[in-house]
């Protein structure tokens, strides 16, 4: 894998609609291609994050039915509470490679999730 800094221009990147029951378990989560991202990015106050790569993202009720249009496998029920955020997708591993040390251009996101979608 090249030392390049890999996620410039939310290339490589995932994004994850999770929602969070009432007591804070997981209990939906869908993925959202770089496509849907770049259609329902401005619902979100990112500031600096254009990438959404610093966290979860809270989804805020009057985002919901538009972000629905777009992501039609994305379910809201009340009392949950939903989150957008990125992380890796590499075709080849984790990033930075192992013996690559920063400082790095830009924030590393985290890893594939590990539950399931």
């Keep these: 894998m090249s030392e ?23 209990c939906s989560s869908v993925t959202v291609t770089r496509e849907q991202f770049l259609q329902v990015r401005g619902l979100f106050d ?26 039609e496998t994305a379910l809201f029920e009340e009392g949950v509470d939903y989150f957008l955020g990125a992380r890796q997708d590499l075709p080849s591993g984790l990033w930075p490679p192992a013996g690559v040390c920063g400082p790095f ?12 979608s």
């Design 4 to 26: 390049d800094y890999p996620f410039e221009d939310g290339r490589n990147l995932a994004w994850e609609l999770e929602g969070f029951g009432p007591d804070e378990w997981l």
């Design 46 to 71: 990112l500031g600096d994050d254009e990438w959404m790569m610093a966290g979860g993202y809270p989804v805020p009720v009057e985002a919901q039915g538009p972000l629905r249009a777009v992501v």
């Design 105 to 116: 251009p830009g924030p590393i996101p985290p890893p594939q999730s590990q539950h399931p």
